[in-house]
């Protein structure tokens, strides 16, 4: 009865202790090793890579005519065969090259101190966190992504990325195993310069994950919420420099525009809006 009460009374004092979330946290990660909660990662970025691209690879492959107006390049599509074949590719490099991977970093992860422990980070924390991801992935990107375009770069690794003229959201990371692994260094230097918790890691490969697919959706919605994120580049950014294919000197910003706008690598961007919101108003007048 006295062991009975010894326990009753240290859970009334976790209870109090933690928050409901905590709490959570704390009851589904007791028995979880730190391994298996780093494989985590693995199950949700296949998650949503099977998921979030459904929506935009439906109207592409089917020409749904209501949506043709918010398609980047008009009239230009996808086929089907191909897109299947882009996702079984992928599906490839995934299990391949990219599952392997995470196993055998996970001591690297474990080294730089990411952590799973109680207590959570706080939300001002994890936001100033993956602020930080992203502006350290954004410009490592742009050198990379740069590169990738130089003769030697663009003919050995890059070109693969660029079969897709016309984006769609299953060619996202369609690439080739070497630019899938170069890439990868930017995605993971944020929480290897600035460890946080793995629930913020999570998170920030989920959201980093998103943003490659809606790049890469092929439309430009007016509805969409990224339209409220200052300097950020979206579809119809990124799709100019699938549009100009391997000879693009022009916007390799993968979030941001603004490294593209420092370095001067978005003229050509700039002055197709240009030409375009001229031939829009030669036609209306």
């Known amino acids: 009865m006295i062991e009975y009460e010894s326990v009753a009374h240290a859970e009334a004092a976790l209870n109090r202790t933690l928050g409901s979330m ?16 780093y494989m985590m990662n693995l199950v949700f970025v296949l998650i949503i890579y099977n998921v979030a691209p459904l929506p935009s690879f439906f109207l592409d492959v089917y020409q749904v005519t209501s949506f043709e107006k918010y398609r980047i390049q008009p009239g230009v599509h996808n086929t089907k065969s191909a897109s299947i074949q882009c996702y079984k590719d992928t599906m490839m490099l995934y299990f391949f090259i990219v599952a392997p991977l995470n196993v055998i970093s996970y001591p690297t992860f474990k080294m730089i101190g990411i952590s799973s422990d109680i207590p959570l980070p706080s939300l001002q924390t994890a936001l100033l966190q993956l602020l930080t991801y992203f502006l350290i992935e954004d410009y490592t990107n742009y050198w990379l992504h ?6 030697w770069g663009y003919n050995n690794i890059h070109r693969v990325h660029h079969e897709f003229t016309a984006p769609q959201s299953y060619a996202s990371v369609y690439s080739h195993f070497a630019e899938m692994l170069l890439l990868g260094i930017p995605t993971f230097l944020g929480p290897a310069i600035c460890p946080g918790h793995i629930i913020t890691f999570y998170i920030w490969i989920a959201l980093r994950q998103l943003e490659a697919i809606d790049t890469h959706s092929g439309y430009d919605f007016p509805f969409a919420l990224t339209k409220l994120i200052p300097f950020y580049g979206g579809a119809e950014y990124h799709d100019y420099h699938h549009y100009i294919g391997g000879k693009s000197q022009s916007n390799f910003a993968s979030v941001f525009t603004y490294c593209d706008w420092l370095y001067g690598t978005d003229k050509g961007y700039r002055y197709q809006k240009e030409l375009l919101r001229k031939t829009r108003k030669a036609k209306t007048s």
């Open 146 to 151: 740069r590169w990738l375009h130089s003769e």
């Open 22 to 37: 905590e709490l959570m946290w704390f009851e589904w990660t007791a028995n979880v090793s730190d391994f298996n909660l």
